[in-house]
């Protein structure tokens, strides 16, 4: 007895190839009816019929490279978001809201991250500088509550004397008018 094989049967080859464009596809953010398309083409069969192909029994075996090809996309996702906003943000002028390539030559990348470290650097002594200043500031405040209380015990000691004067002084006057009532 010998074993039937259909002609149109997917051997482990094909599989595989579905199994690579269709991953291809989601990682790039791409549909899976255009990964079908795209390996009908090469293998001569019908979208359809790739597509039946990979969610009756292709599609199990790749559960986790499917996950792992959403998270992939996703991320390509943010980096572009993330790009577009770094460029959007460099570009756009008030007057200038236009798109423009982000780098179309490697010395204009260069010339870019040169740039950036530029100013990159620039902040970090604009940091070392203010922590020099808090420094200063922070000497100054010292020194001005040690002024403080300095002029506090020098105002209480002036209190004293003033006082001690003026009781030195009316002291005089007593001494002076008794004088004058016994010398008479």
């Known amino acids: 007895m010998s074993s039937l094989v259909r002609q149109d049967a997917w051997n482990q080859d094909e599989d595989l190839l579905l199994a690579e464009v269709v991953l291809r596809h989601i ?3 791409s549909t899976q009816l255009a990964a079908f398309e795209e390996v009908g083409e090469k293998l001569s069969r019908t979208p359809a019929a790739c597509g039946f192909r990979w969610n009756s029994s292709i599609r199990k075996k790749y559960e986790s490279a499917i996950q792992l090809a959403k998270k992939q996309r996703k ?4 980096d572009d978001f993330e790009a577009d906003k770094e460029v959007t943000s460099i570009q756009a002028s008030p007057g200038n809201l236009e798109r423009k390539p982000v780098v179309q030559t490697i ?21 070392s500088e203010g922590s020099t200043s808090t420094k200063r500031i922070q000497e100054l405040v010292e020194e001005n509550r040690a002024l403080e209380k300095e002029l506090t015990r020098l105002k209480h000691e002036y209190e004293i004397v003033k006082n001690d004067y003026q009781l030195m002084i009316n002291v005089m006057e007593r001494a002076t008018k008794r004088s004058q009532y016994t010398v008479k």
């Open 27 to 29: 990682r790039e953010g």
């Open 75 to 78: 991320q390509l996702k943010k």
């Open 107 to 127: 010395d204009e990348m260069v010339e870019f991250l040169l740039g950036k470290k530029e100013e990159v650097l620039k902040k970090e002594r604009e940091l």
